[in-house]
């Protein structure tokens, strides 16, 4: 195996001016603003109501694509010959909820998606919880390599744990036990409930706080009052709880204050290794709601280039295609979640780098492109895929996913989400960046997670070289503050809400930045026998060891 020289290879990148790297002569490729919009205004049009998963737009969405791909000249990648991998799952559809706390003698009902939401991934008919008790377990996190147990020697079997969203260090990034404010995956919602089921607890509730979520309650309520979907398991009361759901701050505030508890006490306990779970004194939850469950097959969508010398080795690039679907009408009486930014935006990406593979000489190693499908239920359609690899991952070189790409404007910088888990990658980007004039910003967002919240992760987690890039740092064009006010307001206000739609206004320059990036490094990696390498400091090195004889 050839360990990858990160000096020659950013001199190379360097030279290429963030031109190709596929022989003497060949042109950079080219990415039309107006096409990459164009994409986005048709995906996320209302006749794809939304892009749900296993709804009619998946069809529309499937034959949109495949075509694109194949006047890209791409061939089909999917399984027996076709442009698709079929994914299972289960869907479950929550209905006719009902949710009381008793504090002592007093009852406080609450309402789906105003105070709490409850929803569940366990099959079921219906999912009865009577008056159970209620237990604050701090962050909810066991993690023996940190000398941290938030259980300690504490029984939660068939309660329900009270968690805090995020990690212990975002209060106190000073404490550095979970890496200051670059949340791990611990505090991911999805650690927490998994934790919670290992625990056997009857259901959890997280608390939400809009700053360590990084999002607002609307798109909790969203996210959580609609379909939910999990991969088929073979023993799923071993893996899931009953009940799963969010709570509001103000709630949980007056839930503690009925059981003789200062919240924000709490909260600063939850913080130290000696922190003890602490039971809620008289305060217990009867939850009640009908469970529809079901099989549905979904699809990942998957096309290849061939490599002329190398075709069993695969540079990989990923985006998801799914979003919401349809929910409940908001206050204009919109209930479609269009998806522009989330994710129509880096399927465009992917469509237009195939064009510009296609476009080029032929490259020695393989391109794979996937769009993946049922990435806003839990990255299941990556997790799928990683399982059941089309291609092998052992020899795929590296990969690069593309999600809510830059819509406001050219930026000075190209953020690196993941930023030190492969200086290898982190250096080819840089190079990359610093023929654009720009520099590599780190992380611009690790408290909200945003490493752990798309589809690299599951490859990566199983070794892919996996780099997540997108533009960051200050705009370069006027006019500066109307760009900085349109950024802002999409997470305030458009995350995961129907108000994600495709804007006149949307300047994609910025995303043309990021593509070249992406292209002109995977162009580089496609004419070499490079295999770039994670930092002997990141937790997914020994994995990707472990098939290094399969690399040559």
């Not at 379909?227 to 505030?253: C, H, K, M, T």
């Not at 709601?289 to 490599?307: C, Q």
């Not at 990707?544 to 690399?551: F, L, N, W």
């Amino acid at each position: 195996m050839r360990l990858t020289s990160l000096t020659a290879a950013a001199c190379a990148l360097l030279l290429s001016a963030c031109a190709s790297m596929g022989g003497a002569g060949e042109e950079a490729a080219v990415f039309d603003p107006q096409r990459l919009s164009d994409h986005v205004k048709a995906l996320s049009d209302d006749s794809f109501e939304g892009r749900g998963i296993a709804t009619p737009a998946e069809a529309k969405v499937i034959d949109y694509l495949s075509r694109e791909f194949a006047v890209a000249g791409f061939q089909p990648g999917g399984e027996n010959g076709g442009w698709t991998q079929a994914v299972t799952l289960n869907r479950f559809t929550v209905s006719n909820p009902t949710a009381v706390f008793t504090a002592g003698a007093e009852s406080v009902p609450v309402t789906q998606g105003e105070q709490i939401v409850i929803s569940t991934r366990l099959p079921a008919a219906r999912q009865t919880l009577d008056d159970v008790p209620l237990v604050f377990v701090g962050y909810g996190t066991t993690a023996p390599e940190r000398q941290w147990d938030d259980f300690k020697d504490v029984d939660v079997r068939g309660k329900i744990i009270v968690v805090l969203v995020n990690d212990a260090d975002f209060e106190q990034p000073e404490l550095n036990t979970f890496n200051g404010r670059a949340m791990t995956y611990y505090g991911r919602w999805t650690y927490k409930y998994d934790e919670a089921a290992r625990r056997g607890a009857a259901g959890v509730l997280v608390v939400h706080e809009a700053a360590p979520a990084s999002y607002g309650w609307a798109t909790v309520k969203n996210s959580w009052t609609t379909p939910q979907f999990d991969i088929v398991r073979q023993n799923a009361a071993a893996e899931r709880v009953p009940l799963e759901g969010w709570i509001q701050r103000d709630l949980a505030v007056d839930l503690f204050r009925r059981a003789g508890l200062d919240f924000e006490a709490q909260k600063v306990a939850a913080r130290g290794r000696d922190f003890r779970p602490v039971e809620l004194s008289g305060v217990s939850l009867a939850a009640r709601f009908d469970v529809s469950t079901s099989t549905i097959t979904t699809h990942n969508i998957v096309a290849r280039l061939p490599g002329t010398t190398h075709p069993d080795e695969t540079i990989l690039y990923t985006g998801h295609w799914d979003h919401i679907g349809m929910g409940d009408p908001d206050a204009e009486g919109d209930r479609i979640f269009n998806g522009a930014v989330d994710n129509a935006s880096g399927i465009a990406g992917l469509i237009e780098l195939a064009h510009a593979w296609g476009d080029a000489p032929a490259p020695e190693r393989s391109v794979v492109i996937i769009a993946f499908t049922a990435e806003e239920s839990g990255l299941l359609g990556s997790e799928y895929y990683a399982a059941n690899p089309l291609y092998p991952l052992e020899t795929t070189v590296a990969g690069f996913n593309l999600d809510a790409m830059n819509v406001y404007g050219r930026l000075s910088g190209l953020g690196v989400t993941g930023h030190g888990q492969s200086a290898d990658m982190d250096g080819r980007l840089e190079a990359v960046a610093r023929t654009q004039g720009r520099v590599i910003v780190p992380d611009a967002n690790n408290a909200a997670g945003t490493y752990f919240r798309s589809d690299h992760f599951p490859l990566a987690k199983r070794g892919v070289p996996m780099a997540y890039p997108k533009g960051s740092g200050d705009f370069l064009d006027a006019p500066v503050a109307e760009r900085e006010a349109a950024r802002s307001e999409y997470g305030a206000r458009r995350y995961h809400q129907a108000q994600d739609e495709w804007l006149p206004v949307m300047d994609f320059r910025g995303a043309v930045q990021d593509l070249e990036a992406v292209y002109a490094v995977g162009r580089d990696l496609a004419f070499s026998r490079d295999w770039p390498q994670w930092s002997p400091t990141s937790e997914f090195g020994p994995v990707r060891d472990r098939s290094a004889a399969t690399r040559r």
